[in-house]
């Protein structure tokens, strides 16, 4: 499969379509909901999950929270009242764009359990 700057065509297409996604929901840099999304987004990267009070809290009026949901990049699940990422294509797309959402990536990487000692340092 070609590549293109790191990225297979597929992978490339993809992402194009979520940053559409994004543009559409008015929630790229200069657009309406970036400042709020952007708080959201760095939740969400620390939580995986927001409950749907405190997602909403994010906004000046409920309006504005439901149309952000309906743009889906976020996505609400009724039966635990909470708020998380759509996909983890979206996820991945913020990830790509760490810059203009104002994130500091951390190390993702899922530690060995079976390395760690309780709480003491290992020699």
Same mark, same amino acid.
């Given at each position: 499969m070609k590549k293109q700057k790191g990225y297979t065509?597929?992978?490339?297409?993809?992402?194009?379509?979520?940053?559409?996604?994004?543009? @559409?929901?008015?929630?790229?840099?200069?657009?309406?909901?970036?400042?709020?999304?952007?708080?959201?987004? @760095?939740?969400?990267?620390e939580a995986k999950e927001l409950d749907f009070m405190?997602?909403?809290d994010f906004f000046d009026n409920d309006k504005e929270?439901?149309?952000?949901?309906?743009?889906?990049?976020?996505?609400?699940?009724?039966?635990? @009242?909470?708020?998380?990422?759509?996909?983890?294509?979206?996820e991945l797309y913020i990830k790509t764009k760490a810059d203009i959402f104002g994130i500091k990536l951390i190390d993702l990487t899922p530690t060995n359990e079976d390395n760690v000692s309780c709480g003491k340092k290992n020699k």
């Open positions: 065509i597929i992978e490339k297409s993809i992402l194009d379509e979520t940053e559409k996604k994004f543009r @559409n929901a008015q929630i790229n840099p200069k657009q309406k909901y970036h400042k709020v999304v952007r708080k959201i987004i @760095n939740s969400l990267l405190t997602y909403t929270a439901d149309e952000i949901l309906e743009k889906n990049v976020f996505m609400y699940h009724s039966e635990t @009242n909470t708020v998380t990422f759509q996909s983890q294509l979206v």
